[in-house]
């Protein structure tokens, strides 16, 4: 299912708490708003791309290393998806546990990596030298910096709900985050809090993520490229420049399967209108144990719901204070877009 409406609103969410603390970052996020959205989906998810082949239609299918045994469009066969780089044929999970971990850092390495999990309390550490470097090396613009703020929200938003970290209290149904949650999460975050409390325009605002251009500070901050700036210095172990082509080519189908795929996922929480109530569709109410959408969201509420995301915003605030504190630079940013209309034209005296 889809992880890119969760971390879409923690991002959201994140940048509305951080306003409200004043923070010199939210002007910056606001200017490159797509971008920072992409990041904090892309800059983390990098198995985004198809998992199978729908053998009736040739299609591509499912999300990577989400075992996928018929296809969701026919019900019939699939086979395998193969991502193909430079004359060799790569699995997701291959992927998957190639670069999984260099971008979730607190957690998501394999067995060989296990040396390179970073401690969550290290983690300001490291986002601190990645924002240096987005400021010194990939600057002056400011795309890069709001990409990487991004980046940040995901690590918070996995690491509490995921119970990497502590932080979130939250009993849904039968945990935090479970199979048989998962979709009252989605359904209620995509609704309830996403087009009607938020008002958020979904179909447009995945459009756009998924548009974004790749940033190159992201093959830096996942270490696989030739190491330098402050991040290498805080941080020399782990860089594998070896990676740098394979990455890239990685994070363009990220891209290129995002706009198809958005519609999957547009269409798999879609809700119809039946006699006496709006009710979703058949999988997602099979996998919460046979719930109807009034059942989900009662459950959500019931759980306080939105008391996590709540949580997690305001985790996602506290990081970006810390960094802001760390480094001088981002208090340098304007802190407002400039004088209004209206002030301008009592500057200027325009009768
Ligand atoms: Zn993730």
């Known amino acids: 299912m889809s992880g890119i409406i969760g971390h879409t609103v923690y991002a959201i969410l994140g940048a509305k708490a951080a306003a409200q603390r004043k923070s010199p970052v939210v002007s910056l996020i606001q200017r490159h708003w797509a971008s920072y959205l992409a990041g904090s989906y892309l800059g983390c998810d990098i198995q985004t791309m198809p998992e199978a082949i729908c053998v009736d239609t040739g299609r591509e299918v499912g999300y990577g290393t989400a075992p ?33 971990g260099r971008a979730h850092l607190t957690f998501g390495w394999t067995r060989q990596q296990q040396h390179l999990t970073l401690p969550w ?21 400011e795309r890069p910096l709001a990409y990487v703020l991004g980046w940040m929200t995901h690590l918070v ?36 809090i996403g087009r009607k409390e938020l008002q958020l325009n979904w179909p447009a605002l995945l459009a756009d993520v998924a548009e974004t251009p790749v940033e190159p500070i992201q093959l ?12 290498a210095c805080d941080f020399p172990d782990g860089w594998i420049p070896t990676e740098e082509k394979l990455l890239q080519a990685v994070l363009a189908e990220n891209r290129r399967y995002l706009r198809s795929y958005r519609a999957e996922v547009l269409q798999e ?3 119809e209108r039946t006699d006496d109530d709006w009710q979703c569709r058949e999988e997602l109410r099979r996998a919460t144990g046979g719930l109807s959408y009034p059942e989900m969201i009662e459950a959500a509420e019931k759980s306080q719901f939105r008391r996590a995301l709540w949580q997690i915003a305001e985790a996602v605030a506290d990081l ?15 802190g407002h877009n400039g004088p209004t209309w209206q002030e301008l034209t009592e500057r200027w005296h325009v009768a």
């Not at 296809?71 to 430079?86: A, D, I, K, N, Q």
């Not at 802001?324 to 340098?332: F, I, N, Q, T």
């Open 68 to 100: 996928l045994d018929k296809s969701p469009l026919t019900g019939g066969h699939v086979r395998p998806f193969y991502f193909r780089f430079e004359s060799r044929d790569y699995r997701p999970r291959e992927l998957h546990e190639t670069f999984y």
């Open 220 to 231: 830096h901050y996942m270490r696989s490229t030739s190491p330098r700036g402050q991040l």
């Open 269 to 271: 929480l879609q809700l």
């Open 121 to 141: 309390q290290h983690l300001s550490e490291f986002c601190r030298a990645v924002v240096e470097d987005a400021v010194t090396l990939f600057g002056p613009g």
């Open 320 to 334: 970006f204070g810390e960094i802001v504190r760390l480094v001088p630079d981002l208090r340098r940013i304007p």
């Open 157 to 192: 938003g996995d690491g509490l709900i995921k119970s990497i970290w502590p932080g979130v209290t939250l009993n849904l149904l039968d945990g935090k985050y479970t199979p048989r949650n998962r979709p009252i999460q989605d359904l209620f975050t995509y609704h309830e």
